[in-house]
């Protein structure tokens, strides 16, 4: 017979240890609603059967220093999204470990039977309807009102845990950004998109009415999945020895060769420029870790003062004062 355990319990024992691994955000989504809203053959079940439990894990973004570097600098070193994997892949283990019910990290990975453009499962949504993130004007990122933004990973079990609820209120639009679409039609992430992959609308109540993201666009500058194909179909199509020789030891092509020989996760890094004028990403309180560390500073030294005052009241209760 299985061991019973609390699940609020393990729910918290859970939290505990993605945030002892570096997490900022965890959150449990509402297994029905993902089924229910999940494109066919996308929903949680489709990957692990039996699944009753859906666990969202959020991890912070880059240094206050990425974001004040150049964009090509900024493109190499902004994206902490393999920590996010890391940890619920741990995640995943720790349940099966210590509590003995089957579970698996999800992987983000994109769908081979359906291209490179649609994800078996999308992370997003699973963190989304947890309440660790809501989505934005910017190509419908999301973003957290302490956290701003962050990258998110998933672990499915066969272990009932109770669901949380998504975010009440999304931070996104900001008033400033709301100040700016007043003005001129477009917000911070609209106005510095490098190829204009973003538009919409803020309605009268100064809510998103409309989002609307052109993948393609973006994806033909940050995210080439096609790029590897891209280059050895060039130098096939090549007309001469020089020709060819520029096809795959171009200055552009030579980064991905770099990046295969070297392991790296991600052959080519993102934009991020629509983050980088985010007022929420870059004026959440605890979205870089600068923020975070003078917030735990000041909880140690209010923990501190706290500690030394109930010692003061204890020394005069001795004393009979």
Not at 44 to 73: E, H, I, N, Q, Y
Not at 107 to 113: A, I, K, R, S, T
Not at 192 to 202: A, K, T, W
Request: aromatic residues 8%.
């Amino acid at each position: 017979m299985a061991e019973k355990f609390d699940p609020e319990e393990v729910k918290q024992a859970c939290e505990g240890y993605v945030k002892k691994k570096g997490a900022l955000a965890f959150g449990l989504a509402n297994l029905e609603t993902l089924e229910r809203i999940s494109p066919p053959g996308c929903g949680p079940s489709s990957m692990l059967p039996k699944v009753k439990s859906v666990l969202c894990v959020g991890v912070g973004g880059g240094t206050r220093g990425a974001w004040s570097a150049d964009a090509k600098t900024l493109a190499y070193i902004g994206d902490t999204e393999t920590m996010a994997y890391r940890i619920a892949y741990g995640l995943a283990f720790y349940l099966e470990a210590k509590f003995g019910y089957r579970s698996i990290f999800v992987p983000p990975d994109m769908d081979p039977e359906k291209g490179a453009r649609v994800p078996m499962q999308s992370m997003k949504l699973h963190a989304e309807v947890a309440g660790i993130g809501a989505r934005s004007m910017a190509g419908d990122i999301l973003l957290h009102p302490e956290y701003g933004m962050m990258y998110y990973a998933s672990v499915f079990t066969e272990m009932e845990l109770p669901p949380d609820e998504p975010m009440p209120d999304n931070p996104c639009p900001h008033s400033s950004c709301v100040k700016l679409y007043r003005q001129s039609g477009q917000t911070p992430c609209m106005r510095f998109c490098p190829v204009e992959c973003l538009s919409g609308s803020i309605g009268n109540d100064d809510k998103v009415a409309e989002m609307n993201y052109d993948a393609h666009a973006c994806a033909e500058m940050s995210q080439q999945y096609e790029a590897i194909p891209g280059v050895l179909l060039d130098t096939l199509d090549a007309k001469d020895p020089i020709e060819r020789g520029m096809a795959l030891h171009g200055p552009e092509n030579q980064v991905i060769w770099y990046k295969l020989a070297i392991g790296a996760g991600e052959l080519l890094a993102l934009c991020y420029e629509c983050m980088r004028v985010c007022p929420i990403t870059q004026t959440a309180p605890l979205s870089n870790p600068i923020a975070r560390g003078a917030g735990m500073r000041q909880k140690i030294v209010e923990a501190e003062a706290a500690a030394k005052a109930e010692h003061t009241v204890e020394q005069a209760a001795e004393k009979g004062e």
